[in-house]
Nanobody
Framework: QVQLVESGGGLVQAGGSLRLSCTAS????????MAWFRQAPGKEREFVAG????????KFADSVKGRFTIFRENAKNTVYLQMNSLRPEDTADYYC??????????????WGQGTRVTVSS
């Protein structure tokens, strides 16, 4: 069982930056593909970014390419989402997700509770 705890959300002006963190419990973090999803009010949850268990591969949604970066520190059991050039349409609840040795970017077994990001115009 893996427990995920997100942090770093908040209110930021358009054009600003935020860094989200997701820390996992347990000693097997380096086995997990990690990802960030988001869900805006009235919309379905969508994939934002993912990173393989050793950081060997990453993937981004087209809407965030060039603005967001995902990276992990396995020694700290933590994955980060660096968000730059934020736009009002990035406003959403952001969720961290994990799946062991997953080669899929869309299916995950463990989810955090989410952290809210609000981008003002």
């Amino acid at each position: 069982q893996v427990q995920l705890v997100e942090s770093g959300g908040g209110l930021v002006q358009a054009g600003g930056s935020l860094r989200l963190s997701c820390t996992a419990s347990g000693r097997t973090f380096s086995r997990y593909t990690m990802a960030w999803f988001r869900q805006a009010p009235g919309k379905e949850r969508e994939f934002v970014a993912g990173v393989r268990w050793l950081g060997q591969d990453t993937k981004f949604a087209d809407s965030v390419k060039g603005r967001f970066t995902i990276f992990r520190e396995n020694a700290k059991n933590t994955v980060y989402l660096q968000m730059n050039s934020l736009r009002p349409e990035d406003t959403a609840d952001y969720y961290c997700a994990a799946r062991e040795y997953s080669t899929s970017w869309t299916t995950y077994d463990y989810w955090g509770q989410g952290t809210r990001v609000t981008v003002s115009s």
